[in-house]
């Protein structure tokens, strides 16, 4: 009889512990991110997976999140928004994750939102388009500037300049498109007017005829190129090339060190609206934002040896703001996060300092933008004040 | 009347790109019958090795001569690893594969290179002339001169030498040829290997101007193609012609039509010649054996 | 006859027994989306594969036909107010009649100018659709209303599952049934030998255009099912990539296959789901598989197995 109760009390215990065991293992905080790390689309989404791996690894090592370690799973939808969509049902059913941070473009992060919408797991997206966070979803948040707002920054600027009628030149990507609709819509407001328009294919290598075009209409004081990839780089040329003397405005979407090489000495005077990160060594010392974007550009450029991008940067902010939530609500269940992360305030990232509040799921305002010219190779900072 | 220049000269520039592109098709169909989809992926293995090559030290014109031999490897490999063994198969198998094969390298070049995109320094630097209120890029210079110096390169390599005549030989009969002893294998896979030469060269000369990546070769075999069968698929100067004819249409339909369109011109290039006349400009026509 | 007829129906009645018994060994809902998927692409090749198998023409555009079918139940019900269920079909009467319009000039072409015409079509309803954003939403896309059928709200990847399942059933049934058909035996002449077969009072451009139409259908539908499951459509739908895509999965599955092309679609869906972590690879993978196949089993899978199981008989 003793014998028996020993033996029953030994199996319960360790199934007791078994199961306890495996509790420790299963309590993961674990992450999704479905990035369009091939395809038209891999300038963004390469250095926001490495970002997340990077920072994830780094959070680990320091013990994790509330004593978790956070599990992130990647997978790449190579820019098509099906493939995007199938991992999301993936990484809900499959994988069982918490949250997710992903959606490099707009596309994608649409075809996801139901997915996660429909399970109420918080989606902090990385794409650009106004239409993710307008109108508000519950489950729905995002850390990248508006292309509403980047049109809003450059009107500012042109306006300051007293330059009122400007020329719109954009890609037909859904990036470009998306912010010359955006442009479009917030022009009257900003006291401009589009005088002409005219677009050119992603994947085109000549915009002098288009340019031409623009030259010869009388009265535009400036143009701006909504789009992003090698299109900018190769209108700035052409602009050049074609001795075009009005002010040149790009958008965020060329916010990279690379666009400064590849356009060459044609960059010099091209003005475009860009997170303080593309230019963490000029910040003043005591602008708020200098610490966090110092330290995320020599981590990355440091692990990866390749120049920051504001790309990553958005995905660093997506992962901190989502770690920060965990940390307050003290748990990882996903309505509690969920509601923490609608709390989120003053958070300084790399993107701007953002609130979020019910009404804003993605909580920057214009001064997140910095406005900055190229100037002999370089970014330099034009403070609100100057024109 | 400014303007009408700049969109011709504009037109001249990409529409050389397009004549070299064709002219690879051109002479691989002659030799063999296939349409090469991946004729565009020997243009962007030009730029792109070169670009690669150069990044590692080696000096730019050495990287260039590199990717030349390179690219030309590659052709050759594509001829014997997947033409040839496949030799028999109807066309639209032979264009299956050289679609398969532009896809595949396409898929390498993202692994082996990146997925970013790049330039080259231009040869005799980046300040265009101004030629009656137009503005052209030397670059532009060099391409037109680059494709005019291939086009009478491989003239005179037709005309003149034994293996241009074995190319014609083969060409009007690939049986006949192979009976009075001229060894088809090994010449058909030289056209592929001059082929992607000639992809190449346009490249290199072409990165300077519109930037490459791992991911430009599509667009521009299709193009290429177009221009190809404009100017008669089968006639090398009708590739030559077909190439400035399709750049002219696309930079003046971009100037005075819309430029939203601008890729569809050829495409609608494509279908019209389809239609209306498949010998194209200088092509002849097809006589089905029964 | 009766053998023949069995033997039919044997080769369906496999595939749906395997259809019903897959499910409970589902551990979630995952699994369910991939088999909606599969089904769903294996509709489309099947349309594809009486094309380019059995009346030996190519397309290399057929992706636009799914872009036609998925955009008519984006498009129809979010402007026009009309349910969802009538834009499948029709989706699927605009795809057979641009397919009209368009396969007669395009089908009198043969070989490589065929296969390049199909694909400049493919091409130009890609550049359409992502041009005309105010209809399409442009490169971005656009939601697709979710299909309600008499008050039942259509969703889940179980639901799509089931229905995609059945669907490619019937059209299976319906090509098994074309081919057995005396159009069926005429496009069987034309594959050989267009000349012979008009001579022998075949109409040859009648037939091409109907085989052209009945595929063209077939992919609208498919396309239909993708945007109403998805819930969101993009221009990449028509893609140059897509139809490839297609293509592989006839030439993988085999030619002339209605299994085949089940095959065919299960390995270019799945595969790229077990293989994420290579998916760097995924386009030297497709390349390969397509010049490998178009090379040493131009036959495919499923004609390949057959023969060696049918030699084995023997």
């Known amino acids: ?387 | 009347m400014a303007e009408f220049l700049q969109f011709f000269f504009s037109g001249l520039t990409v529409g050389a790109v397009y004549a070299l592109v064709a002219l690879g098709f051109t002479l691989i169909y002659n030799a063999s019958d296939v349409i090469n989809f991946a004729q565009g992926e020997f243009v962007m293995l030009g730029g792109m090795a070169t670009v690669f090559l150069a990044l590692t030290g080696v000096p730019l014109p050495l990287a260039a001569l590199l990717a030349i031999v390179i690219t030309a490897a590659i052709g050759l490999a594509l001829h014997r690893f997947a033409i040839e063994p496949a030799h028999g198969a109807s066309p639209v198998a032979l264009i299956m594969i050289t679609i398969g094969a532009s896809v595949f390298l396409r898929g390498v070049a993202q692994i082996i290179f990146d997925k970013r995109f790049h330039s080259l320094p231009p040869i005799f630097g980046g300040e265009p002339f101004r030629l009656w209120g137009a503005a052209i890029l030397p670059q532009g210079l060099v391409v037109m001169a680059g494709a005019a110096v291939i086009v009478l390169l491989l003239w005179q390599f037709v005309d003149r030498t034994m293996l241009g005549k074995a190319v014609i030989a083969i060409a009007a009969n690939r049986l006949a040829a192979r009976l009075v002893g001229i060894d088809t294998r090994r010449i058909v896979g030289l056209c592929f290997a001059i082929s992607a030469a000639i992809g190449a060269v346009a490249g290199i000369l072409v990165t300077p101007i519109t930037l490459t990546s791992y991911d430009v070769g599509t667009l521009l075999a299709l193009k290429g193609f177009a221009a190809a069968m404009l100017g008669g698929i089968g006639s090398g100067l009708g590739a030559v012609i077909g190439g400035l004819l399709l750049g002219m249409f696309e930079t003046f339909s971009a100037g005075y039509i819309s430029s939203k369109y601008k890729d569809a011109v050829a495409f609608l290039v494509i279908l019209a010649v389809l239609f209306a006349m498949p010998q194209g400009v200088l092509g002849r026509g097809k006589i089905e054996r029964v | 006859m009766r053998a023949l007829l069995s033997h039919r129906l044997a080769g369906l009645a496999a595939i749906a027994a395997i259809t019903v018994l897959l499910p409970p060994f589902f551990p979630s809902l995952y699994y369910y989306r991939v088999g909606a998927l599969v089904f769903i692409f294996a509709l489309a090749a099947v349309g594809l594969n009486l094309l380019m198998g059995f009346a030996g023409q190519v397309s290399l555009g057929h992706a636009g036909f799914l872009g036609i079918g998925g955009y008519a139940v984006a498009i129809a019900p979010t402007y026009l107010g009309l349910p969802s269920w009538t834009c499948i079909f029709g989706g699927a009467l605009l795809s057979g009649l641009v397919a009209f319009l368009v396969g007669r000039p395009i089908l009198r072409l043969k070989g490589h100018y065929l296969a390049v015409a199909t694909l400049g079509f493919g091409v130009l309803v890609a550049i359409v659709l992502t041009n005309e954003a105010v209809w399409t939403g442009g490169p971005d896309g656009m939601s697709v209303p979710q299909l309600t059928l008499f008050t039942w709200r259509v969703r889940g990847s179980d639901t799509w599952y089931w229905i995609a399942a059945a669907s490619f059933l019937l059209g299976a049934t319906l090509a098994l049934n074309l081919v057995d058909s005396p159009t069926g035996r005429a496009l069987k002449a034309i594959h050989d030998s267009e000349v012979a077969s008009s001579v022998l009072g075949v109409d040859v451009a009648r037939q091409k255009l109907a085989i052209f139409v009945v595929s063209a259908v077939y992919a609208s539908v498919a396309g239909s099912y993708l945007a109403l499951f998805n819930g969101h459509i993009t221009p990449d739908i028509s893609g140059f990539l897509r139809s490839i895509e297609l293509v592989a999965m006839v030439v993988l599955g085999g030619m002339g296959s209605v299994a085949g092309s089940l095959v065919g679609a299960a390995v270019l869906v799945v595969l790229p789901q077990i293989l994420t972590a290579l998916h760097d690879y995924e386009h030297m993978v497709l390349g390969l598989i397509l010049m490998g196949f178009m090379i040493f089993l131009r036959q495919g899978i499923m004609p390949s197995l057959i023969a060696v199981v049918a030699g084995r008989r023997t």
């Open chain 1, 1 to 387: 009889m003793v014998t028996f109760n020993r033996t029953v009390a030994t199996v319960a215990c360790s199934i007791a512990v078994l199961f306890a065991g495996g509790l420790q293992a299963s309590a993961q905080v674990k992450i999704g991110s479905v990035l369009s790390v091939t395809g038209p689309a891999s300038f963004l989404g390469d250095p926001e997976k490495r970002t997340l791996e990077m920072y994830v690894d780094a959070i680990n090592a320091q013990g994790g999140v509330k004593g978790q370690k956070v599990q992130l799973i990647v997978y790449d939808d190579g820019g098509d928004a099906n493939n995007a969509r199938t991992f999301a049902t993936r990484l809900v059913e499959e994988d069982k994750i918490v949250a997710m941070i992903g959606g490099t473009t707009t596309g994608s992060t649409l075809a996801m939102i139901p997915v996660f919408e429909d399970t109420q797991i918080p989606f902090i997206s990385l794409a650009g388009a106004i239409q993710i966070i307008e109108p508000v979803r519950k489950w729905v948040f995002k850390t990248p500037h508006t292309d509403k707002m980047a049109c809003e920054k450059i009107f500012a600027d042109l306006k300051r300049r007293n330059l009122t009628t400007i020329a719109l030149i954009s890609g037909t990507d859904a990036f470009g498109k998306s912010m010359r609709d955006q442009c479009v819509v917030v022009a009257p407001k900003s006291g401009m007017t589009i005088a002409y328009e005219e677009s050119y294919g992603p994947r085109d290598s000549d915009m002098t005829p288009q340019l031409t075009n623009i030259r010869n209409k009388a009265g535009v004081q400036a143009v701006v190129n909504p789009g992003f990839g090698q299109g900018p780089a190769i209108v700035t040329r052409n602009y050049r090339q074609l001795g075009i003397s009005a002010p040149l405005y790009q958008s965020h979407g060329v916010a990279s060190k690379q666009f400064i090489e590849l356009a060459g000495p044609a960059a010099d005077g091209v003005r475009l609206p860009a997170a303080a990160l593309l230019v963490a060594d000029k910040l003043a010392d005591g602008d708020p934002q200098k610490t966090v974007v110092v330290n995320y550009s020599r981590t990355y450029q440091g692990k990866t040896g390749q120049a920051v991008s504001t790309f990553g940067g958005h995905a660093y902010d997506g992962l901190m703001i989502f770690v920060q939530a965990v940390q307050r609500a003290q748990s990882a269940d996903k309505a509690k996060v969920r509601d923490e992360i609608e709390k989120t305030k003053g958070y300084v990232g790399t993107g701007g300092i953002v609130n979020i509040s019910p009404s804003d799921h993605m909580g920057l305002d214009l001064s997140a933008f910095r406005m900055l010219e190229i100037k002999n190779g370089d970014w330099t900072l034009i403070s609100d004040a100057k024109s």
